[in-house]
């Protein structure tokens, strides 16, 4: 059984009029879901209620603190990065973070055998101490620790498709060693960061794994990377928990890259995933949304993906 965690005040998180991570990316994904038939066949549970016990798992007091007041205060842009904001992104974000834990708990308790978090905003290019990009909370970050320090996980794979690089994920993990973070991703394209030579440091040496790709790469490239790459890493590493950075604007056709995935690569690479999660991790996997800004692919690519997770349970 695959869960869906969502929830509508992720979808009144407002970057302002023109952005691309807007209302309507929620909105396609949810009516993506319901075409295809999906979302009957799902359970929904809600986010869990996040506390600043939670949230410190990954992010600084600091940050937080000034995250907050700005976003309450009315301020139109983070003054960490360039993160656009409204007065409701504060508690959308929160909504998006309490989405993952929940999912985390699902499928820990058994209550699912996998989960999807279509929130917004997304959050992998946020980092301990700043946002960035689209992102005010790392929602996958807090996952995996939320899975390490709540239910006893001692190793987690975070695997990212999106795009772009995840930066801010392999900056909290970069020198740990219990959590491993993949990613293909355009280079060059925004962040700029991701190159293979990225690799960790300290004790965490070797548990980021980069594969920088070319733009106009799609499934042989990406295959190649997960087959090739990621597999032996995940049979050395042996997770005991899998999230996916889903970010589906490596897709093709999304305005804010040039990759070529089809909605069949991703039910294949989460198909990939599932096998990941089976053979290490006892089938636990949670994904959740990042990037894509295409509103038809978007819709279609989450379907591709959510039914990719359902057929696993039948």
């Known amino acids: 059984m695959t869960a869906l965690l969502s929830d509508p ?4 998180h407002d970057p302002g009029p023109g952005h691309p991570e807007s209302h309507k990316r ?5 009516a993506g879901l319901r075409d295809a038939g999906l979302g009957t066949r799902m359970k929904s549970f809600p986010a869990r209620e996040i506390t600043q016990e939670d949230l410190l798992l990954a992010h600084t007091p600091g940050y937080l603190e000034l995250a907050k ?11 960490t990065g360039d993160t656009s904001v409204s007065p409701t992104s504060w508690e959308a974000a929160l909504r998006a973070a309490g989405c993952a834990l929940a999912a985390v708990d699902a499928v820990m308790r058994g209550e699912a055998d996998n989960a999807f978090c279509a929130v917004r905003p997304p959050g992998h290019h946020a980092n301990a101490n700043r946002g960035m990009g689209f992102c005010v909370l790392n ?5 995996a620790r939320h899975a390490q320090r709540r239910h006893g996980i001692s190793r987690v794979l975070i695997v990212d498709w999106d795009v772009h690089h995840g930066n801010g994920t392999q900056d909290i993990f970069y020198e740990d060693d219990s959590v491993f973070f993949f990613s293909t991703h355009q280079s060059p394209l925004y962040p700029g960061t991701g190159r293979a030579t990225e690799a960790g440091a300290g004790k965490g040496l070797g548990a980021t794994l980069n594969c920088p790709l070319p733009a106009g790469s799609g499934r042989a490239e ?8 990621l597999i032996p890493a995940a049979d050395a590493f042996q997770p005991e928990f899998v999230i996916i950075s889903a970010g589906f604007d490596s897709r093709i056709g999304d305005p804010l890259g040039n990759f ?8 294949d690479l989460t198909a990939m995933m599932l096998a990941v999660a089976k053979k290490h991790a006892g089938g636990r996997l949670i994904s959740a949304l990042e990037g894509g800004y295409n ?9 591709a993906h959510v039914g990719a997770l359902l057929a696993s349970g039948s």
Request: charged share 30%; aromatic share 8%.
């Open 260 to 267: 070529k995935l089809t909605d069949e690569d991703f039910a």
């Open 9 to 12: 005040l992720c979808r009144q």
């Open 222 to 229: 990406i295959f190649e990377a997960f087959e090739q790459k």
């Open 26 to 30: 929620y909105d396609a994904v949810h």
């Open 69 to 79: 007041d700005e976003i309450l205060r009315g301020e139109e842009q983070l003054s």
């Open 295 to 303: 509103l038809a692919g978007l819709a279609s690519a989450v379907a």
């Open 139 to 143: 929602n996958v970050a807090l996952a």
